[in-house]
């Protein structure tokens, strides 16, 4: 009954929802939630399902089932954005592994000043920027936008994720970041 | 804005030492960046780096030379900036260029997924419904109507009347001046309909003094304003 309700929820509700606000609003607890979610993520994301459930950023939303893009981009009469520059897909893989990361560490795995590409990103609604209260600066993640334009219903399918978001050697790369910006 | 295009296609300085050094097949070690110093200096000479990055370009370029004079005289680094880290910075970097043809596969593919879109809703506000409506109230309120718009058809009118035009006036004046040599404004503003049509005989007489067709003369404030031809 209640994964019903979530269901319909986000059936209606059609953009990316904050698990916290399901949370909230339906009075539940984060495992009730999680446990529903993970219910509509196994029935839904299936290769015969037409509608996927994409996380991302803590929120979820049904999706298209990427493997058939193209006819329904056909159908919706959209067509494929602008490519990406190499600068901005450097900045957007390191995001997608990374994230959230600040700006410094971009730069310290770049080497390069990436303000422009950032600003270019938000403006293609590919990332999204939020205040990190611990980090007192701007935190950068991918955006369901861009998630839906890799195809990907979640991150961590792609390949290497973990071993990315675990590797030592950028951790402690970053780790040396304030030298960097004197 | 140009600039900004290219900023954000120009591979940046790890890219470039990438580059440097995969095109000579070295590993990624501080030895082989030593020994890239030279072309990476080349690559900075040839091609315009954009001045928001020159910076980022310039650590990099004094972090090859450490390297390169560390590995000429064997001197013990400075244990404060060690070179290294670039060694290890470039592979990492790498990791993450290769990781990126993964995403830019994806990317380029179609296989895309769509968000549903959110339909357009209108609501309409619900007004007062009237009931007990006749004929006579339709009347008095389409007459009410066009007592309304009546200001905004005068209007219409209005500006459609013909209105001399400042070169006709021009000519107008001119003729009349070189038959008289002599007049007043008074004189050409007396046969005017309107406002309107002063104000375009006082625009074609100051046309006609800038052209020093005529030369004009007014001896106090309201008085005549004369007109003679200059010669």
């Given at each position: 009954?209640?994964?019903?309700?979530?269901?319909?929820?986000?059936f209606?509700a059609?953009?990316?929802?904050?698990l916290?606000?399901?949370?909230?609003?339906l009075d539940?607890s984060?495992?009730?939630v999680?446990?529903?979610?993970?219910?509509?993520?196994r029935?839904?994301?299936?290769?015969?399902s037409?509608?996927h459930?994409?996380e991302q950023?803590?929120?979820v939303?049904f999706?298209s089932?990427a493997?058939v893009?193209?006819?329904?981009a056909?159908?919706l009469r959209v067509?494929?954005s602008?490519?990406?520059?190499r600068?901005s897909?450097?900045?957007?893989?390191?995001?997608?592994?990374?994230g959230?990361?600040?700006k410094?560490?971009?730069?310290m795995i770049?080497?390069?000043?990436?303000?422009?590409?950032?600003?270019?990103?938000?403006?293609?609604?590919?990332?999204?920027?939020?205040?990190?209260?611990?980090?007192l600066?701007?935190?950068?993640?991918?955006?369901?936008?861009?998630?839906?334009a890799?195809g990907?219903?979640?991150?961590?399918v792609?390949?290497d994720?973990?071993a990315f978001r675990?590797?030592?050697?950028i951790?402690?790369l970053l780790?040396?970041?304030p030298?960097?910006?004197v | 804005m140009?600039?900004?295009?290219k900023?954000?296609?120009?591979?940046?300085?790890?890219?470039v030492?990438?580059?440097?050094?995969?095109g000579?097949?070295?590993p990624?070690?501080?030895v082989s960046l030593?020994s890239?110093t030279q072309?990476?200096?080349?690559y900075m000479?040839t091609?315009?780096?954009?001045?928001e990055?020159?910076?980022?370009?310039?650590?990099?370029?004094?972090k090859l030379?450490?390297l390169?004079?560390q590995a000429?005289?064997?001197i013990?680094?400075?244990?404060e900036e060690?070179?290294?880290?670039l060694?290890?910075q470039?592979?990492?970097y790498?990791?993450?260029v290769?990781?990126?043809?993964t995403?830019?596969?994806r990317?380029?593919?179609t296989?895309?997924?769509?968000?549903?879109?959110t339909p357009?809703?209108?609501r309409?506000?619900?007004?007062?419904?009237v009931?007990n409506?006749?004929?006579?109230d339709?009347?008095?309120?389409?007459?009410g109507?066009?007592?309304?718009?009546e200001?905004?058809?005068k209007l219409?009118?209005?500006?459609l009347?013909?209105?001399?035009?400042?070169?006709?006036?021009?000519?107008?004046i001119h003729?009349?001046?070189?038959s008289r040599?002599?007049?007043?404004?008074?004189?050409?503003?007396s046969?005017?309909k309107s406002?309107?049509?002063v104000?375009?005989?006082?625009?074609a007489?100051l046309?006609?003094?800038?052209q020093?067709?005529?030369?004009?003369?007014?001896?106090?404030?309201f008085?005549e304003?004369?007109i003679k031809?200059v010669?």
């Amino acid at each position: 009954m209640l994964t019903t309700t979530i269901e319909a929820v986000l059936f209606a509700a059609a953009k990316p929802i904050k698990l916290s606000d399901l949370r909230k609003h339906l009075d539940l607890s984060e495992e009730v939630v999680r446990e529903a979610i993970d219910d509509i993520t196994r029935r839904f994301n299936t290769e015969g399902s037409g509608i996927h459930l994409m996380e991302q950023n803590g929120a979820v939303q049904f999706v298209s089932n990427a493997s058939v893009g193209e006819d329904v981009a056909k159908f919706l009469r959209v067509e494929a954005s602008g490519p990406l520059t190499r600068p901005s897909l450097e900045t957007l893989t390191i995001i997608v592994y990374r994230g959230p990361i600040t700006k410094p560490e971009i730069e310290m795995i770049r080497g390069v000043n990436c303000s422009l590409i950032l600003r270019n990103l938000l403006i293609r609604g590919f990332i999204l920027e939020e205040q990190d209260k611990e980090r007192l600066q701007p935190v950068y993640r991918v955006s369901h936008e861009f998630l839906q334009a890799i195809g990907v219903n979640r991150l961590d399918v792609l390949p290497d994720y973990e071993a990315f978001r675990t590797n030592e050697k950028i951790a402690e790369l970053l780790s040396r970041e304030p030298e960097s910006d004197v | 804005m140009a600039f900004e295009v290219k900023l954000e296609t120009f591979d940046g300085p790890l890219h470039v030492l990438l580059e440097l050094i995969q095109g000579e097949e070295l590993p990624i070690t501080e030895v082989s960046l030593g020994s890239v110093t030279q072309k990476y200096l080349e690559y900075m000479n040839t091609h315009d780096v954009p001045p928001e990055e020159l910076a980022d370009f310039l650590v990099v370029a004094t972090k090859l030379l450490l390297l390169k004079s560390q590995a000429i005289l064997p001197i013990e680094a400075e244990p404060e900036e060690d070179p290294s880290t670039l060694a290890l910075q470039l592979r990492l970097y790498k990791e993450f260029v290769d990781a990126s043809r993964t995403l830019e596969e994806r990317f380029d593919s179609t296989n895309w997924s769509f968000e549903r879109a959110t339909p357009d809703v209108v609501r309409l506000e619900i007004g007062e419904v009237v009931t007990n409506l006749c004929a006579e109230d339709l009347r008095e309120a389409f007459s009410g109507l066009l007592k309304r718009l009546e200001p905004f058809f005068k209007l219409q009118t209005a500006a459609l009347e013909r209105v001399v035009s400042v070169g006709e006036r021009l000519q107008e004046i001119h003729e009349a001046i070189l038959s008289r040599t002599k007049m007043t404004f008074r004189q050409i503003a007396s046969s005017g309909k309107s406002k309107v049509d002063v104000v375009i005989s006082f625009l074609a007489l100051l046309e006609l003094v800038k052209q020093r067709v005529v030369h004009v003369v007014q001896s106090g404030v309201f008085d005549e304003i004369e007109i003679k031809r200059v010669d």
